[in-house]
């Protein structure tokens, strides 16, 4: 079965740094979300992408997805403190199923 | 407010015993779907239900159940609970029933098997 593996699983970055987080399948992308998590909360949505090549924007985070290298990049320019959370990836299975990588924790320290 | 709603937020139990988790979807979603997610799992599709039937099953326990009812809303039924069962449960919809549609996450119901 298809799985999300992400990378770093931790990340500590200086606020207004830059910071990207990966995520890469084991089989072969057809879109990927990307979904934000504040600790013991519920997931809020991101960004969808469908397309290889794609690319999109929402503020200060940009999302690609990469078919060929079976990965998705998520990318925050110059960090806040709202950045901090969970990000996680997620995709169909081949079989219906939308799976989930284990998640990358973001810190941004004052 | 992602207008998914979770019963309880909270559940503190013992083991053998049940319980049952209650998810309203978004007003108009068709799709509800079940995660699991701990701190070794990670988040874990249980099941998905479409429009009263069952779309999608992932690594469901047999000691757990699901149904989604006619006014759409669902419930996930857990008995002979485990230690390893604690959790935070995710309810989530979508309005059609394809993998790649927008997922609403409810605020989750936090299970403690004691």
């Known amino acids: 079965s298809q799985e999300l593996e992400q990378s770093p699983q931790s990340l500590i970055v200086q606020e207004g740094k830059n910071l990207t987080i990966n995520c890469t399948s084991s089989?072969?992308?057809?879109?990927l979300y990307w979904y934000k998590q504040k600790y013991g909360e519920g997931l809020i949505f991101l960004m969808m992408l469908q397309k290889g090549g794609e690319e999109k924007s929402h503020e200060k985070i940009t999302a690609k997805l990469d078919e060929k290298k079976q990965q998705s990049s998520l990318h925050i320019t110059a960090s806040q403190p709202s950045h901090a959370g969970i990000y996680l990836c997620?995709?169909?299975?081949?079989?219906?199923?939308?799976?989930f990588g284990q998640g990358t924790t973001l810190q941004v320290k004052p | 407010d992602s207008g998914v709603t979770q019963t309880p937020k909270h559940l503190i139990t013992a083991t053998g015993q049940r319980v049952t988790l209650r998810c309203s979807p978004r007003s108009g979603d068709l799709s509800v779907y079940w995660y699991q997610q701990s701190l070794d799992q990670g988040l874990q599709f249980l099941i998905q239900y479409y429009n009263g039937e069952e779309r999608a099953k992932g690594n469901i326990l047999e000691r757990f159940s699901a149904q989604q009812f006619p006014d759409l809303h669902s419930e996930l039924n857990l008995s002979s609970l485990e230690l390893g069962d604690s959790a935070l449960y995710f309810c989530?919809?979508?309005?059609?029933?394809?993998?790649?549609?927008?997922?609403?996450f409810g605020s989750g119901t936090q299970l403690s098997v004691l």
């Open positions: 997620g995709a169909d299975d081949n079989t219906g199923k939308l799976i």
């Open positions: 989530a919809s979508s309005r059609g029933q394809a993998v790649y549609e927008k997922l609403f």
């Open positions: 089989k072969t992308l057809y879109g």
